[in-house]
């Protein structure tokens, strides 16, 4: 074991390809469907809204593909991310367990959301398009996509989800910032927005909409595409850098992780830190724990059925095999904006169904605790989204000392929380809102997935 507490790697370093895990899985994955026929859709079927490359990394059974130069000299920009051993955060729980983490938010933008952004704008612009429409929730993506879009030019618009829009005033300053422009969803902007909003005018928004949005957006526009910051094979696969710097990183630290960790939305940081490890452990070479921690007011892991279903509100996107609350489910408005989606990867999901992931799901308060015990000890202030993470590997150090053994920890600590003090501020004022899962709309929302099969 190392003395050493903080794991860095050179510019050379960086990896050179990307991890495909579907190369080594033991059972196939189901394709996506086309809406109307319910047959598995061909490349030509997603050609509206992704550039030729990006859905050819969509169906790639590759286990690695090369990352071009110029998104290569991106990454070095920032990459490689620090691993850091959690020396202090231990010694707070005088437990046995070494806990370590990977510190994405060493980004420009402060997430990991940056690693598939930078990709996916390359192939945009490689491909002649001029502008990307896309959807934000916590504002992460849209910050990141913005700031893609600066470095290899191309106009960015973003719809973020209202009830986000509102609690984050300074996101809107700087996407426009690094160039891009942001309108809150529901917008007046396209006729699902509207569709929504002459419904209910005080629709606070969700993912699921605002995908409709940008979606519509990209689909009538002829120099338009569409981007998504996670779920897809492609995004999870741009991400699976993180995971293999830490694998080069455990090494220095002459250690490895008996349990990985991650916070998951659409599950793409999780799965860019934990797929390495998983590949491992798949091949035969070394075992692992992994476990997927989810908010319980959009439980989509631990409480939604696996199913054929749309990706957005307005189900207009391919019919995805996934965990989902169902596409009309509208989570409640906490402040774990990037984490309440009612799908999840289809990828990350086939894992979780085949017993290869443990999932997950907490309260935001005891996230938000964890989160605040993790700054008072390690010093940096995680977004909402990463105190899940941090609070499902406290509770693995807890029960090392519950059991008197010390295993190897690593999380992801996926964004800083920076841009997201409100949450904090809401805490520590007595206004944080109770998790609240709305049973009956969850009931309507399932009985509203389609039939297939
Ligand atoms: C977007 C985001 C998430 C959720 O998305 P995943 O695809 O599940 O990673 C979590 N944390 C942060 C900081 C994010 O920006």
């Given at each position: 074991?190392?003395?050493?507490?903080?794991?860095?790697?050179?510019?050379?370093?960086?990896?050179?390809?990307?991890?495909?895990?579907?190369?080594?899985?033991?059972?196939?994955?189901?394709?996506?469907?086309?809406?109307?026929?319910?047959?598995?859709?061909?490349?030509?079927?997603?050609?509206?809204?992704?550039?030729?490359?990006?859905?050819?990394?969509?169906?790639?059974?590759?286990?690695?593909?090369?990352?071009?130069k110029p998104v290569q000299e991106a990454y070095s920009r920032w990459r490689c991310t620090p691993l850091v051993r959690a020396r202090a955060l231990e010694k707070a729980l005088d437990t046995p367990a070494r806990i370590y983490y990977k510190y994405e938010g060493a980004s420009p933008s402060g997430s990991h959301k940056p690693n598939t952004a930078l990709a996916q704008a390359f192939y945009n612009k490689e491909a002649g398009i001029k502008k990307i429409a896309t959807e934000t929730g916590a504002g992460q993506w849209g910050t990141a996509l913005s700031y893609a879009g600066a470095v290899f030019g191309i106009e960015i618009q973003v719809f973020m989800v209202k009830v986000s829009f509102n609690q984050k005033p300074y996101r809107k300053a700087i996407i426009e910032s690094?160039?891009?422009?942001?309108?809150?969803?529901?917008?007046?902007?396209?006729?699902?927005?509207?569709?929504?909003?002459?419904?209910d005018p005080n629709n606070s928004g969700s993912l699921g909409i605002a995908i409709s949005e940008a979606v519509e957006v990209a689909a009538t526009n002829d120099?338009?595409?569409?981007?998504?910051?996670?779920?897809?094979?492609?995004?999870?696969?741009?991400?699976?850098?993180?995971?293999?710097?830490?694998?080069?990183?455990?090494?220095?630290?002459?250690?490895?992780?008996?349990?990985?960790?991650?916070?998951?939305?659409?599950?793409?940081n999780f799965s860019g830190l934990c797929n390495p490890f998983l590949g491992k452990k798949f091949r035969g070479e070394q075992d692992v724990h992994a476990i997927a921690v989810e908010p319980s007011s959009c439980p989509s892991l631990t409480k939604g059925t696996y199913s054929y279903d749309f990706g957005d509100?307005?189900?207009?996107?391919?019919?995805?095999?996934?965990?989902?609350?169902?596409?009309?489910?509208?989570?409640?408005?906490?402040?774990?904006?990037?984490?309440?989606?009612?799908?999840?990867?289809?990828?990350?999901?086939?894992?979780?169904?085949?017993?290869?992931?443990?999932?997950?799901?907490?309260?935001?308060?005891?996230?938000?605790?964890?989160?605040?015990?993790f700054a008072r000890t390690e010093g940096i202030m995680p977004a909402p989204e990463a105190t899940h993470a941090i609070k499902g590997a406290v509770d693995e150090a807890l029960k090392c000392k519950a059991e008197g053994k010390s295993k190897s920890i690593l999380f992801n600590l996926c964004g800083h929380g920076h841009f997201d003090m409100q949450a904090y501020m809401d805490y520590f004022s007595g206004n944080l809102a109770e998790d609240s899962f709305d049973t009956k709309a969850f009931e309507e929302s399932l009985s509203a997935i389609p039939a297939v099969n």
């Open positions: 074991m190392s003395e050493d507490s903080k794991f860095f790697l050179k510019d050379s370093d960086v990896p050179k390809q990307w991890y495909n895990l579907v190369a080594d899985l033991k059972e196939p994955m189901s394709p996506p469907l086309h809406p109307g026929t319910k047959q598995p859709i061909g490349p030509d079927d997603l050609a509206p809204l992704f550039p030729m490359e990006l859905i050819m990394q969509e169906v790639s059974q590759d286990r690695y593909i090369d990352i071009p690094y160039g891009g422009s942001v309108v809150a969803s529901p917008s007046e902007l396209t006729n699902s927005g509207k569709a929504i909003l002459a419904k120099d338009t595409k569409y981007a998504l910051g996670s779920v897809l094979n492609h995004v999870l696969m741009h991400q699976s850098i993180i995971g293999q710097e830490a694998l080069l990183q455990m090494e220095m630290a002459d250690d490895y992780p008996d349990i990985v960790v991650g916070c998951t939305g659409g599950g793409s509100t307005m189900k207009s996107t391919p019919l995805m095999k996934m965990h989902t609350l169902g596409s009309d489910f509208m989570p409640s408005p906490t402040h774990v904006g990037g984490l309440r989606y009612h799908g999840m990867a289809p990828m990350l999901s086939h894992l979780v169904h085949h017993g290869h992931v443990e999932p997950r799901a907490y309260g935001q308060k005891e996230c938000l605790e964890a989160g605040i015990q």
